[in-house]
């Protein structure tokens, strides 16, 4: 049997430009409402709020261009809420993908803590670093989880894992990288009032009452030999089986090597260290011909081994499936809100048949959960319940949040 305490209510603490809110018990259970806002009407939407909210959460497309008086008036309306968001390569909203909108949840917690913190990130290689310093400052009692958006084009997802991962090792994280739609030119966050690049954000989630399902899960076929990874520095692939990346890479390429680098993300590489580990993806975020080498979203390490991939239409879908059961199964109860990240790659692929890997999560989890998301340049997430949180790259993954 769950007990579920309760919490005094206390005035909102400031702390700098972080909003620190503490919610009251007096009410039975998390709520959650959800709009998909157009340019032309979202203030309209927006009006039929019915809560009151504390949280909103935000995903935003960078054709949105009201997105800065959209999060004005949630500012002034709601000044004791948390907003939180980012930049997106096609929105998520119940079991629709759109563009040019805004996939907006205003969530009503009624047991749980939440803060919202943010670091700036000056250059890619202070990734680790940056996410040791967000996870020092959230790190207080009782974090049951981490929610955690990063900017997409230059922060190494993989490094900004492990720095979570050394402060934070039996706390939950889940999350994404901002996205660009498919042109990798320029990503935001959102936190409170501020629209920004270089920053990483992560919201806190405090208390028992707080149950959190998650995971995340593929679905491409390899193919090709598997090849070893004789150079690389961090997210940089140099050299496999001592010839230049590149080269190597678009060998296999044919007539889309010319598309680079916004044809690699129907071509990901899957690496694994040694044969006792799960493969992780890994997405090519740009390509040097000078010096032959390709930058990916997450680490390349030297000496593993590599194995391009292509997609399998059935097979992704059944991913997202697949990661639906696994969050399911963590908490074995029904959701208030289903947070969804899944790789632009992903949607590329699918098409006109994208809103059927959203259906399908929709069938597993119920009627129930507001379904919010986004397409992301990458998914942070643990496989399952007993797996470390890692970067991944072309996955769907799945957080399930809700109260007891």
Known sequence: MVVCGFYLIFDEIHIYSTKYTLTSNLRTAMKVQQFALMPYSWKEDISKITIPANLFIMFVSPQFKERAEVLAYL???????TVVGCSTAGEINDVHVNDYSISLSAVQLEKVKHRLEMVE?????????????????LNRPNLKHLLV??????????DLVSGLRD???DVSITGGLAADG?????????????IEANRIIGLGLYGDELKVGYSSKGGWDSFGI??????SHKNVLYELDGYPALKVYKSFLGDEAKNLPSSALLFPLKMRDNESDKPLVRTVLGVNEENQSMTFAGNIHQGSYVKLMKANIDRLIDGAEDSAKTANEIVKESADLAILISCVGRRLVLKQLIEEEVEVVREVIGEKPKITGFYSYGEIAPHGEFSPCELHNQSMTITTLTEC
């Open 75 to 81: 500012n002034k309306n709601y000044p004791d809420a």
């Open 121 to 137: 990130v000056t250059d890619m290689k202070y990734s680790y670093k940056s996410g040791q310093e967000l996870a020092t400052k």
């Open 149 to 158: 958006l990063s900017d997409g084009l230059n922060v190494n997802g993989a």
């Open 167 to 169: 402060v934070l090792p």
């Open 182 to 194: 498919p042109d990798f030119k320029a990503t935001f966050l959102i936190a409170n009032q501020s």
């Open 226 to 231: 598997e090849r070893l990874v004789t150079r």
